[in-house]
């Protein structure tokens, strides 16, 4: 699943998943029994096959790649089977609701569950099948689940706990064996939970439940989005559909999911694997048949049904088998899905190339939905994507978007063997699925265009949103220990720092042992669900390697230091390297380094990846002929802060390296230290000649290189660092000091090069002005760096004359623009015009906001351009847009746009409170709604600690207020509980 944060994917960025609000007593009720919600991980618990969960008797072994056979039949009446062509009968008219008196209790306290409280179920579900029967206004769910002991269980109990949430789900009928069971006798239910007694094995449960996916605006669960009904089930949304023990570790096969609905309002129907049956019955109305053979976890359980146009293309595997590839969303939208659909093709190319792994089923659905919590969801051969990481065309998506769509489009395909494959035991292991799916798509996208941009792009992500969680009241390790509400923790560390820990597993063990790491753990685990240490365990054995040190970064949050220091003395380089963290044992950390010779600059020491397995290590290189000049922590090889023991960086070495460094992304490191020592200096008012001209040459340097083709990797250079990565490197942020310093030294910089910056933007524009529009790394670098020199030219606007000017040629550029990405460019600049500009601004403002026609990714970007403007009425502005007839708190996306967006900008910290009170009324509203949702947006609030004791004691103060509102979901309630620890 790829999460969405504020302002990309973990990107996903980072963000698909979410569950649950529910009633805060679930959780306590579940905790309550211990033989039930001990769904934790712990290392001790031995993963096991699926064909050891089930006697002979009821199920065959499965083996993956074969269809499954079924070889249990029903044990009642046939007539009270699933049927695949009449379906069932079942009328829920003058029927009791089982669970109402469950559902009318008041919510207790949230509970924190342990990771170290796992324990393996006492039955597992081996085989379900369901039926839908979807009307306006309420879908009636039948399930059949079979029920068999686990072997792998050797505690006491012998009862079968199932989740659900009452809430969402009226249960109407429950019988086992064909026997009407009795409450109290047979079954108890309890918030969150039923408890069947006892089951014998080989029994089949037969439930019958209500749910009402038009009122599901936590969109977790069934709920209809415009013309469809879609599935959110990760991480606990299938007990919003119905009783199941709705955990990863209960892999079962999903061997018929019938589906009924109007034929004329949803002709489209869809669910996990292939189809088997379809036809029409009485009433105007149509069914669909599907069987996935592959045992899954119910979060990975899908269903659609609506009135959707699609594209469809073939795939040949490597092995020659065709595989269906069909992409769907609202008919208005087909379009836009062409890239995607080459995308996908190409990710399945590379993981055949890169890993040998094929796809396995005949066919692979993807469906567009534009009410999507996350980014997107793997759901086995069915795929649901927010429409922001799927649709994209020229004049509706940027160059960035089209960057995403197809890292994610990757990340959900690669996510077929990483998390569905091979899936987590427990959610504590979830970063087992999502670090080492983010490390592929990112890989992916690498290969797909430029390395270097690439580690560029990621590593600014990583900075300015995982180094603030490690720094914050939510820093946890990569695998957590503890949670309230799993929404809360599909994060950047779980995400983001979990793909860096794989790629440190490559970085020591090479292309080549990862590789054989990935084999044997496929080898391994295939059908299983397992933990990060399986994984560990797959890539020390493949390559006769001990990594129980290196384990420490599962279970170690913050981010590590690394202080270094070296000295040149008789041909023989000194390095001293100094490791500090939140471990009490020292952490495994590769540092990738080498050596340029001072004169020539040419490499002497080869890039080496050295070992830091000590808290001090001294590191030799001796026989060099000259002195020289280190490039340490190449590539970004470790997740680590990297200090010199001086406390000040060597201004020099670092001008040198923005010059000639070897490594792409230390090249471009060097001169990002030289721009943020200069900011910072700007914002204590002492900004040293040196250090500018250090950071002058480093800057008219990039911008008059005309060597180098890779313009993306010239833009990210003349790039100031982020305000959110300059804020990691502070104790006591002042937001609107680094705002003006980091302002100061970009006028600075486009007043010193104006005459060279209008140059290149002539240049390029010359040359991209009526040339044909193509998504390829050199189009993308040539636009980008065109709008970098378009944001510094319009950054100089003191005067009048200045104002009308940056105004001119930012409006030319947007009337002239090829793309929407020049378009976003030139309003991004337009916006925080005002003055001389403010008649542009409006005018450009009025024209995009046309011009999309209502399109809503489009208006999506119309939103967060306004918000983000520095502008001194910005909030005034937001106040009024939240009140604007396109906007509405219900669809994540447009709340993301708008109050995410304005949450990132300066104006969000002024000094009055204004904005964080604004942000409170916001989540005050928005939580009934949609928890998963208000308590992201919460973590703008929790890192008050940062700030100054003034702006602090104001975020401090709207979270109490938060803390006291009643109701408050779980999602919410864990966010601002821990801010206020």
């Not at 096969?253 to 949803?266: G, N, P, Q, T």
């Not at 929790?942 to 401090?956: D, S, T, V, Y």
Request: with cysteine; proline share 3%.
């Amino acid at each position: 699943m790829t999460v969405v944060s504020k302002n990309l994917r973990f990107y996903h960025l980072l963000s698909r998943h979410r569950s649950n609000q529910g009633r805060n007593k679930h959780l306590l009720s579940h905790c309550r029994n211990s033989d039930n919600m001990k769904l934790i991980g712990a290392k001790s618990f031995s993963v096991f096959l699926v064909s050891s969960h089930v006697s002979a008797s009821a199920f065959r072994p499965l083996s993956f790649g074969k269809q499954v056979q079924q070889t249990q039949q029903c044990k009642w009446d046939d007539a009270k089977c699933l049927t695949s062509r009449g379906g069932s009968t079942f009328s829920s008219a003058s029927t009791t609701v089982l669970n109402s008196a469950v559902a009318s209790e008041e919510a207790t306290a949230p509970v924190e569950i342990f990771r170290n409280a796992y324990e393996p179920l006492p039955h597992l579900v081996s085989k379900i099948n369901m039926d839908f029967k979807i009307e306006e206004g309420k879908t009636t769910v039948i399930s059949e689940l079979f029920i068999e002991p686990n072997s792998s269980y050797d505690g006491k109990s012998k009862d079968l706990t199932l989740d659900g949430d009452e809430t969402s789900v009226k249960l109407l009928s429950l019988s086992l064996n064909g026997k009407d069971l009795e409450e109290g006798t047979d079954y108890t239910l309890s918030p969150g939970k039923l408890i069947l007694k006892n089951p014998p094995s080989g029994s089949v449960l037969r439930t019958v439940v209500e749910v009402v996916p038009e009122d599901n605006t936590q969109l977790s669960g069934l709920y209809k989005d415009g013309p469809m009904y879609c599935t959110q089930c990760e991480a606990m949304g299938f007990r919003r559909i119905t009783y199941y023990p709705d955990r990863p570790d209960n892999m079962a096969v999903f061997e018929s999911v019938r589906l009924e609905a109007d034929k004329e309002a949803y002709p489209i129907l869809l669910a996990n694997g292939n189809m088997i049956e379809s036809g029409e019955i009485d009433g105007g109305r149509h069914f669909a048949v599907w069987s996935d053979p592959f045992p899954k976890p119910s979060y990975l359980f899908c269903c659609v049904a609506g009135s959707l146009g699609k594209i469809h293309d073939t795939y040949t595997t490597s092995s020659g088998k065709k595989v269906d590839l069909q992409l769907f969303s609202e008919a208005h939208n087909v379009h836009k899905l062409d890239y995607a659909m080459e995308s996908l093709k190409r990710s399945m190319k590379w993981d055949e190339d890169k890993f040998g792994l094929e796809y396995d089923l005949d066919l692979y659905n993807i469906v567009a939905v534009d009410s999507f919590n996350m980014g997107a969801m793997e759901n086995k051969g069915l795929n649901v994507f927010n429409t922001a990481y799927v649709l994209a065309d020229k004049d509706t998506a940027t160059d960035s978007d089209f960057e995403r769509v197809e890292g994610v489009i990757g990340h959900e395909y690669f996510h077929n063997w990483t998390g569905n494959r091979v899936t987590c035991r427990d959610w504590f292991q979830l970063t087992l699925k999502e670090g080492l799916t983010v490390f592929r798509d990112q890989e992916f996208s690498g290969d797909m265009n430029s390395k270097a941009v690439n580690r560029i792009e990621n590593v600014r992500g990583l900075r300015a949103r995982q180094f603030a969680e490690d720094a914050g009241p939510m820093s946890h390790p990569i695998r957590p220990d503890s949670y309230i509400s799993m929404d809360n923790f599909y994060t950047a560390t779980v995400y983001s720092k979990g793909a860096e820990v794989i790629r440190m597993y490559q970085t020591l063990l090479s292309v080549e042992g990862f590789r054989k790491g990935m084999d044997l753990y496929f080898e391994r685990h295939d059908g299983e669900a397992v933990t990060c240490d399986d994984f560990l365990s797959a890539m020390g054995d493949a390559n006769g390697v001990d990594l129980s040190q290196f384990a420490r970064w599962y279970s170690t949050n913050g981010t590590p230091t690394v202080t270094y220091d070296y000295k040149f003395e008789d041909r023989t380089f000194t390095l001293n390297l100094t490791q500090k963290s939140n471990s009490d044992e020292p952490l495994h950390i590769p540092i990738s380094f080498g050596l340029l010779d001072k004169e020539t600059g040419e490499e002497v020491v080869s890039t080496t990846v050295l070992e830091l397995k000590e808290t001090s290590q001294e590191f030799k290189f001796s026989g060099l002929k000259g002195d020289v000049v280190p490039s340490i922590l190449r590539d970004f090889s470790a997740p680590v802060k990297l200090v010199s023991a001086s406390g000040e960086d060597d201004e020099e070495a670092l001008s040198f390296l923005a010059a000639r460094d070897t490594d792409g992304f230390n090249k471009w490191e060097a001169g990002q230290k030289l721009f943020t020592s200069l900011i910072f200096q700007a914002k204590d008012g002492e900004m040293t000649d040196k250090t500018y001209s250090y950071a002058k040459e480093a800057f008219g340097r990039t911008l008059t290189d005309k060597e180098s083709e890779d313009f993306s990797i010239i833009a990210y250079a003349l790039m100031l660092p982020s305000e959110g990565t300059l804020a990691e490197l502070v104790d006591v942020v002042d937001p609107i000091a680094i705002h003006k310093a980091r302002g100061s030294v970009k006028k600075r910089l486009a007043r010193e090069f104006h005459t060279e910056l209008k140059e290149r933007y002539d240049e390029l524009t010359a040359v991209l002005d009526g040339a044909e529009f193509k998504v390829d790394a050199k189009s993308i670098g040539m636009r980008r760096l065109r709008n970098v020199c378009l944001d510094y030219l319009c950054s100089i606007r003191e005067s009048p004359e200045e104002q009308k000017e940056a105004a001119d040629i930012a409006m030319t550029h947007f009337k002239k623009a090829s793309g929407m990405t020049d378009k976003v460019a030139a309003l991004s600049a337009l916006a925080s015009m005002d003055g001389e500009g403010a008649s542009a601004r409006d005018e450009a403002l009025e024209t995009f906001y046309k011009d999309a026609n209502g399109d809503a990714l489009v208006l999506n970007k119309w939103f967060t351009i306004q918000a983000m403007a520095d502008l001194p009425d910005v909030l005034d502005r937001v106040k009024k847009l939240k009140e604007h007839p396109d906007f509405t708190l219900k669809n994540p996306n447009r709340c993301r746009s708008l109050v995410g967006a304005f949450s990132m900008n300066t104006a969000f910290h002024d000094a009055s409170g204004a904005g964080y009170s604004f942000l409170r009324d916001i989540l005050t509203e928005l939580d009934p709604l949609n928890p998963q949702i208000s308590s992201r947006l919460a973590g703008s609030l929790i890192q008050w600690r940062k700030f100054n004791e003034e702006r602090g004691a104001l975020m401090k103060a709207e979270l109490q207020k938060l803390a006291e509102m009643r109701p408050i979901s779980d999602d919410l309630f864990e966010i601002v509980s821990r801010g206020l620890k």
